[in-house]
């Protein structure tokens, strides 16, 4: 599947600080500007969105970039995804830029780290663009925070997994994706205070280790982990790259079964692992929702019939209304959980 295509740039937005260049550009391309009047109120026809995921070397990303793509081509909009190889914390910066170059109408980013990307990201809404997160957010450089699923949620299901598993004593470890990622680290804050204020889990959290969403480096993370802690009862990995990556490992060690690993992880990712008896549970969601309802968030933005307020309301498409609450932040869905019995109910979740 070819997930990462340029479609061109069906339109584009005079930007007041490259008011030269870009009419030149539109005078080459011959379109014109989707919104006329900077997008409050306008029309949102043919606008251009482009999708900027955490890092290209992740299957979680395609599963995200299929709802867009579906999405982009119900609204006719012109699709693009470009993202990083890697998720270090400024990689997405020269990404950004150049969409502010080209005018794109919306800029939809799962942020690697939130105060890497704000200063690119300002420039562009400056400029007169909509910029939405998804996935992992920007607090103070967007309109809209497309969320998977309520944060504590996702803390509070991991965790329940991981007591189900082995109850609520023993030395435990998390081994996360980058240590700037705000998705990650919110769900670890939660697990935290969860830990603290929740008489039944007396773990004892060892290590909080961070693979950086490299299936490499999360291996080595995970057989890490196991030599210095070797009591350890169980590992949470609240990243797609991690448990799949200590899943490999531990279902050919001498720790398959022994230790426990709960997380989120991608359905067609684990389902051996669950099927060798190496994972018993684990959750996630359906990735394709959160670029499908990003892109219907990018037309009401575009069109002026929400700014990103609390109490604001737009149409999801297939998925129903949804309102934005607090703080720009719009909860896609709840959390799926999976085992052996659910799991090849779930091969649709597939990249
Ligand atoms: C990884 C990424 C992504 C996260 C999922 C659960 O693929 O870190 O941001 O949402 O895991």
Redesign the pocket.
């Known amino acids: 599947m070819e997930l990462f295509r340029n479609h061109g740039k069906g339109s584009r937005r005079v930007l007041a600080v490259a008011a030269a260049g870009a009419a030149i550009a539109l005078a080459l391309t011959g379109c014109q500007p989707a919104t006329t009047d900077g997008g409050d109120g306008g029309s949102s026809e043919g606008a251009s969105i482009t999708f900027i995921p955490?890092n290209l070397d992740?299957p979680?990303?395609g599963v995200e970039l299929k709802g867009g793509e579906e999405a982009t081509a119900e609204l006719g909009f012109t699709y693009n995804a470009v993202a990083p190889l890697d998720?270090g914390a400024d990689s997405q910066v020269p990404f950004i830029q150049t969409e502010v170059q080209n005018g794109t109408d919306v800029i939809a980013i799962?942020a690697n780290d939130p105060n890497a990307v704000c200063a690119a990201l300002n420039e562009a809404r400056d400029g007169g663009a909509k910029v939405i997160a998804f996935?992992?957010d920007a607090p103070d450089c967007r309109d809209l925070f497309i969320n998977?699923v309520d944060s504590k949620e996702v803390a509070l299901g991991q965790l329940r997994q991981l007591f189900d598993q082995i109850g609520g004593t023993g030395e435990i470890a998390i081994l996360s994706?980058t240590a700037t990622?705000t998705?990650?680290n919110a769900w670890i804050e939660a697990m935290i205070q969860e830990i603290e204020d929740n008489p039944d889990y007396e773990w004892d959290l060892v290590a909080t280790v961070y693979g950086d969403?490299d299936d490499t480096k999360s291996f080595q993370e995970a057989q890490g982990l196991l030599q210095s802690y070797p009591n350890l009862k169980g590992i949470i990995s609240?990243?797609?790259?991690?448990i799949a990556a200590t899943a490999r490992y531990l279902s050919t060690s001498e720790y398959k079964g022994k230790v426990a690993l709960v997380g989120?992880g991608l359905p067609p990712q684990m389902k051996e692992y669950v099927k060798d008896g190496t994972v018993i549970g684990f959750a996630?969601w359906d990735?394709s929702d959160i670029g499908y309802l990003t892109t219907y968030a990018a037309k009401a933005l575009l069109e002026g019939t929400i700014t990103g307020a609390e109490g604001d309301v737009f149409d999801g498409g297939k998925l129903g209304e949804y309102t934005v609450g607090k703080d720009g932040l719009v909860v896609v869905g709840s959390l799926l959980e999976f085992n052996a019995e659910n799991i090849d109910d779930y091969d649709y979740i597939s990249f």
């Open positions: 955490k992740n979680y990303t998720a799962a996935d992992s998977q994706a990622a998705n990650q969403d609240p990243t797609t790259v991690g989120l996630l990735p």
